[in-house]
C-alpha cells in the first residue's frame, strides 16, 4: 500500500490505526495540511504584529522627527544600541525599519497568511480532499518560510542592523550601503521564494488532482479559484525574482556588476565594481513579481470575502462564472502590467503607452469582481455578523483602493505622483482595509470550524468599527499629502521640504491614528486567545448553516478530514433555493428524488 | 508511465538511439558551426540557437513525452511559454525604448 | 488514510499527483533560468561599447560535458525502460551509470573552475597587459605562462587571429611594476558574473538530482519489492528532472562557449 506519496518505505509499514503521534509529530514536525495552515497563520500573525509595531515607531519618527519614541524608545535603545541612542531613532534605523516594515508584511505576514494559512486549510476541505498532494512537501514549504523569516528577524541584531534599501531593495543603493543587511534580506528572500514555489505546487496539484467525485471545475467554491490562480502567479513570477536575489546576492558577496553600471561612484568615490550592469534589470525582475504579488494579495481576500458574503446573505453568489473568468483574466493579465512602477525610469512613449493599455486593462476583471460582489447583496437578509461586517466595509475600502491606482497607472499623472504618499495611501487602502480586513473576516468566520469554538461577538464589533475608523484616519490623509508633494521614505517626514504647515500637521493626525488602530487590535488579540479556551462551544458542525463543504467535517477535522465518503452533487451556493426544506443546501446532500 | 503506454512494455529502446544520435549530431554540429565564420556574428548566433531550438524540441517532445502529454500539462506550459516570451521582449523592449527617442 | 492517484493516474486528468506535481516545479525552473537568461540578453545586448568576450572557455572541455550529459538523459530512460519490462537488475546498472556520467560532469566541470580560479590578467604600470596561468607567486614578483599585449581588449575575442598568433611564454613581473592583478573569478567581468552564476545554479541543480538518484540506486531501491507501480513512477519523475537539467544545459553550453 501507499502511504503518504513523499513517504519512505517505513512509511508503508504505517498501517491504519496507527498509535497516537507524539507531540512533536502532532504539532511541529506534522504532514497534516489543517496542522500546517494553523502553523502558517500563528507566525503570519506574529510577523504581522511585529511589521505593525515598526510602523507605529516609523509614525512617531515622522510626526516627531528627532525626538525619542515614547514606551519603546528605550527598549530600542537597549537591543540595537547606538542607532536608537537616547531613544531616538537615527535615520539608518528608520531607513530599517522602513524597508523591514515592508518586506514583512508583504513576504512574512500578509501572503502567508492568505495563501499559506487560509489556503493550506481550507482548500483541501473545500475540493473534499484528505490532505494536501504532497504533504511532506507542505510541511517542507511552512519549514523553509521559517527559516526565511528567522533570517529576516535576525537582521536587525547584525552589525549594521537590517537592510536599510527599502523593500524593493533598488540596486545601487542596495550594493551601496555598506552593512550585511542586505545579504540577509537576500538569503531571506531566497528561502522564503522556495517556501512559495513549494506551497504553490502543492495547492495547484491539490485542487487539480484531489477533487472529490462530483466536484467538478465549475463547483469550486470561488475561495478555491482565487487560490488556485493565486498559486500560479507565486509559481511563475517568485522564479524571476530568485534569479535577480541570487544576482544580487552575488552583486554583494562576490563583487560581480550585474546591477552596477559602468563608473558607478559611491560617497564621491568611483567604486572598484568592474561595471557593465543594469540597475534597471533589478527593476525588471523584481517587479515582474511584485506586480503579480499585489494579486497574490489580493485574490485570496476577494475568496474569502465572497465564501463570507454568499454565506451571509443567504443567496447564491451573483455571476459565479463571471467572478472565475475574471478571476482568470486578473492572473493572465498581471504578468504583463510590471513596469508601471517603473515610468520614472527613463522610459519611452511606446512602452509606457503599452504598459499604460495593460494597466487600465487589468482594472476591468477588478471591477468585475467587485461589482458582483455588490450585486450579490441586492435584496439579500443579510446576517451582519462580524465577519459579515468586515466583509461590507472590504467592499468600499477595497474600492478606494483600486480606484486611487488608475492615476498611478497612467504615466502622466504617476510622474506627478510616484513615491509621494500617494503611493503609500493607495497601495494601502488595497492591503490594509482591503485584504487585512478580509483575513480578518475569514479568522471570525472559520474559527469555529478550526477551534470548535466561537469568538465573541461584542468584542467583534469593537474591534471591527475601531479598525474601520482608525485605518480611515491613518490612510485617508496620506492621499492629501501625497497630492500636495510630499514624498514618502524620508526620515523626517518631509520636514526639510518647504510644504504647507497643514500638510506636514496630518504627520500627528496619522500617528495618533495608527495607536488608536493598534489600542482597536487588543480586543482582537484578547477575544482571539480566549476564545481558543473559553469560547463557547459550538453545538453544530455547521453553525454557520453553510454550504461548502469544510462544513460537513467533523469539528475540528480530525486527520484525515472527513467521516464519510464525499461525493459532490451541485455548485457551491446553492443558498435559499425555491422549494428546498432549508435555506441551505451542502453541496455533498444527495438530490432530492424526483 | 502508467499514463499513456499501458501494456506495451519494452519502450522503444531503438528510438531512443535514434534520438542520442541526432542529441549527439546536433551537439558537433553546433560546436562546429561556431569555427565557422559567417561573415556577420549574429549568423552564428542564429544557427546556434535553432540547433539548441532542435536539440530542446527531441528532449521536451521525445525524451520528456511532450508529444503525448495529457491536455493539463499543455496549459501549464503555454501560459508558461507566454509569460516567459513577454519577460523577454518587453524588459528589452523598455530598455531600447528611450523617452525622446521616436517610435517610428 | 491513503491520498489517492499516488500511483494510478486519475480518470479525468490522466495523470498521477507527481507528475503534475513535476511539471509545475519544471514550469517555475523555466521562469527561474528564464530570468536568468533574459538578464544575459539583456546585459549583453547592452555591454559598454558592444563588447562582449568571447572564446574564453575551453570548447572541447564542454562539447564533452554536453555529450555526457546527453548520455546520461539517455540512460535514465533506459533505467526506467528496465523497470517499465520487470529488469530490476538492468535497471541498476543504468541508474548508476547515469550517476556516473551526472559525476564525471561535475568533475569536469570543477576542472574548468579550477582552472579559472588560476588564470590572471595583470595589468602592469607601463599599461601593458598580461594574461596567463599562475606559475608561481611570491612577495617581489609573479609569474604567468601566458600572452601579452597593450590593452585586455586584445583578449577579449580569443577565437580571433590576432589572438592566436600572440606568443605563449612565461612571464617574471615584479611587483613593483604590477598595478592590477585580477583573477578569473565572477567580480571579473559581466560575462565571466553569468558564465559562474549560471553555470553554478545549473551545477547545483546537477547535485540536487544526484542526491535524489542516488537515494533511488541505493536505499530507496527496496521500494521495487514492496511497491513496484510506485517506484517506477519515481523513476519517471526523476528522469523528467534530469532531461531539464540537460534541456538548460543545451542552451548554457552554446551561449556561454560557443558565441
Known amino acids: ?594 | 508511465m502508467s499514463g499513456h503506454s499501458p501494456g506495451n512494455a519494452p519502450v522503444q529502446i531503438r528510438k531512443y538511439l535514434a534520438i542520442f544520435g541526432l542529441m549527439l549530431l546536433a551537439t558537433l554540429m553546433t560546436a562546429g558551426a561556431s569555427y565557422i565564420p559567417f561573415g556577420n556574428r549574429s549568423i552564428n548566433v542564429i544557427v546556434a540557437l535553432c540547433i539548441a531550438g532542435f536539440q530542446a524540441f527531441l528532449v521536451l517532445g521525445h525524451m520528456m513525452h511532450l508529444l503525448s502529454e495529457k491536455k493539463m500539462i499543455y496549459g501549464v506550459l503555454a501560459f508558461t511559454a507566454i509569460f516567459l516570451v513577454c519577460m523577454f521582449a518587453l524588459t528589452i523592449l523598455a530598455h531600447h525604448d528611450l523617452p525622446g527617442a521616436t517610435a517610428d | 488514510m491513503e491520498i489517492p492517484y499516488t500511483v494510478k493516474a486519475r480518470p479525468d486528468t490522466g495523470l498521477y499527483n507527481a507528475k503534475v506535481g513535476l511539471w509545475l516545479f519544471l514550469a517555475s525552473e523555466v521562469m527561474l533560468f528564464g530570468g536568468l537568461f533574459s538578464s544575459y540578453v539583456l546585459l549583453r545586448v547592452g555591454a559598454p561599447g558592444g563588447l562582449w568576450p568571447r572564446g574564453w572557455l575551453n570548447i572541447p572541455l564542454g562539447t564533452l560535458n554536453t555529450i555526457l550529459l546527453i548520455s546520461s538523459s539517455i540512460t535514465i530512460t533506459f533505467a526506467w525502460a528496465a523497470l517499465k519490462s520487470n529488469q530490476f537488475g538492468r535497471f541498476k546498472v543504468f541508474l548508476g551509470t547515469t550517476l556516473l556520467l551526472a559525476i564525471t560532469f561535475l568533475g569536469i566541470k570543477s576542472f574548468e573552475y579550477r582552472d579559472k580560479l588560476s588564470h590572471y590578467q595583470v595589468t602592469l604600470n607601463s599599461g601593458q597587459v598580461v594574461d596567463g596561468h599562475l606559475v608561481e607567486r611570491t612577495a617581489d614578483h609573479l609569474v604567468l605562462h601566458g600572452v601579452e599585449a597593450d590593452s585586455p581588449k586584445a583578449f577579449l575575442d580569443r577565437r580571433s587571429r590576432e589572438f592566436r598568433q600572440l606568443q605563449h611564454e612565461e612571464f617574471k613581473l615584479a611587483t613593483a611594476e604590477v598595478k592590477k592583478v585580477e583573477a578569473y573569478k565572477p567580480r571579473m567581468n559581466t560575462y565571466l558574473a553569468l558564465y559562474w552564476t549560471m553555470t553554478g545554479l545549473h551545477a547545483l541543480h546537477l547535485v540536487g538530482g544526484i542526491l535524489v538518484m542516488g537515494y533511488f540506486w541505493g536505499p530507496g531501491s527496496r521500494m521495487w519489492h514492496t511497491a513496484p507501480e510506485h517506484f517506477t513512477n519515481r523513476i519517471e519523475i526523476a528522469g523528467l528532472y534530469w532531461h531539464f537539467v540537460d534541456l538548460v544545459w543545451v542552451f548554457l553550453f552554446p551561449v556561454l562557449y560557443l558565441l
Open chain 1, 1 to 594: 500500500m501507499q502511504t503518504a506519496i513523499q513517504s519512505m518505505p517505513h512509511g508503508a509499514a504505517h498501517a491504519e490505526p496507527h498509535a497516537e503521534p507524539g507531540f512533536l509529530r502532532q504539532y511541529v514536525f506534522s504532514t497534516d495540511h489543517k496542522v500546517v495552515g494553523i502553523q502558517y497563520g500563528l507566525t503570519a500573525l506574529i510577523f504581522l504584529l511585529f511589521g505593525f509595531f515598526l510602523m507605529l515607531t516609523m509614525r512617531w519618527q515622522i510626526a516627531h522627527p528627532g525626538q525619542p519614541v515614547p514606551v519603546v524608545g528605550p527598549l530600542l535603545e537597549a537591543v540595537l544600541g547606538q542607532v536608537a541612542k537616547g531613544g531616538m531613532m537615527s535615520p539608518d534605523l528608520y531607513n530599517s525599519f522602513g524597508a523591514m516594515h515592508g518586506t514583512i508584511m508583504v513576504f512574512l505576514a500578509i501572503v502567508p497568511l492568505a495563501v499559506g494559512a487560509f489556503g493550506n486549510y481550507l482548500v483541501p476541505l473545500q475540493i473534499g480532499a484528505i490532505d494536501m498532494a504532497f504533504p511532506r512537501l507542505n510541511m517542507t514549504s511552512y519549514q523553509f518560510y521559517f527559516l526565511g523569516g528567522i533570517i529576516m528577524f535576525a537582521s536587525f541584531f547584525i552589525p549594521g542592523g537590517a537592510a536599510q534599501a527599502g523593500w524593493t531593495s533598488y540596486p545601487p543603493l542596495a550594493n551601496a550601503i555598506p552593512t550585511d543587511g542586505q545579504t540577509f534580506w537576500l538569503l531571506g528572500m531566497v528561502f522564503l521564494i522556495t517556501s512559495s514555489l513549494l506551497g504553490s505546487v502543492n495547492i495547484i496539484a491539490t485542487i487539480i488532482q484531489l477533487r472529490a467525485p462530483g466536484m467538478t471545475w465549475m463547483r469550486l467554491p470561488f475561495f478555491v479559484w482565487a487560490q488556485f490562480v493565486a498559486s500560479f502567479l507565486l509559481l511563475l513570477a517568485f522564479p524571476p525574482l530568485e534569479a535577480a536575489g541570487v544576482m544580487q546576492l552575488m552583486d554583494k558577496v562576490a563583487g560581480t556588476s550585474f546591477f552596477l553600471p559602468t563608473g558607478l561612484a559611491v560617497g564621491g568615490a568611483v567604486g572598484q565594481a568592474s561595471g557593465g550592469g543594469s540597475p534597471l534589470l533589478w527593476q525588471h525582475l523584481f517587479w515582474f513579481l511584485a506586480h503579480p504579488e499585489v494579486y497574490v494579495l489580493i485574490l485570496p481576500a476577494l475568496g474569502i470575502i465572497a465564501e463570507i458574503i454568499a454565506n451571509n446573505t443567504r443567496k447564491p453568489l451573483w455571476g459565479y462564472k463571471t467572478l472565475v473568468y475574471a478571476a482568470l483574466a486578473l492572473g493572465f493579465i498581471s504578468f504583463i502590467v510590471w513596469a508601471h512602477h517603473m515610468y520614472l525610469t527613463g522610459m519611452g512613449t511606446t512602452i509606457a503607452t503599452f504598459f499604460q493599455t495593460t494597466t487600465m486593462l487589468i482594472s476591468v476583471p477588478s471591477v468585475i469582481i467587485l461589482t458582483c460582489l455588490l450585486i450579490s447583496l441586492w435584496g439579500g437578509s443579510i446576517r451582519f455578523n462580524t465577519p459579515m461586517l468586515f466583509a461590507s466595509a472590504f467592499l468600499p475600502m477595497f474600492g478606494i483602493g483600486g480606484l486611487t491606482g488608475l492615476p498611478l497607472g497612467f504615466s502622466y499623472s504617476d510622474i506627478h505622483l510616484h513615491d509621494t504618499y500617494y503611493v503609500i495611501g493607495h497601495f494601502h487602502y488595497v492591503v490594509a482595509p482591503g485584504t487585512i480586513f478580509a483575513l480578518f473576516a475569514g479568522i471570525y468566520f472559520w474559527f469555529p470550524k478550526v477551534t470548535g469554538r466561537v469568538m465573541n461577538e461584542f468584542w467583534g464589533r469593537v474591534h471591527f468599527w475601531g479598525s474601520l475608523i482608525f485605518m480611515n484616519v491613518v490612510f485617508m490623509p496620506m492621499f492629501v499629502q501625497g497630492l500636495s508633494g510630499m514624498l514618502r521614505r524620508m526620515s523626517d517626514g518631509g520636514a526639510t521640504y518647504a510644504l504647507r504647515p497643514d500638510v506636514h500637521e496630518l504627520n500627528r493626525v496619522i500617528l495618533w491614528g495608527a495607536v488608536c488602530l493598534a489600542l482597536a487590535q487588543i480586543p482582537f488579540i484578547i477575544n482571539f486567545f480566549y476564545s481558543i479556551a473559553r469560547g463557547p462551544r459550538v453545538t453544530s458542525d455547521n453553525p454557520w448553516n453553510a454550504t461548502t463543504l469544510e462544513w460537513q467535517t467533523p469539528t475540528p477535522p480530525g486527520h484525515g478530514n472527513f467521516d464519510k465518503p464525499i461525493q459532490v452533487y451541485r455548485g457551491p451556493y446553492e443558498y435559499s433555493v425555491p422549494g428546498a426544506s432549508k435555506d441551505f443546501t451542502p453541496q455533498n446532500e444527495l438530490p432530492a428524488k424526483a
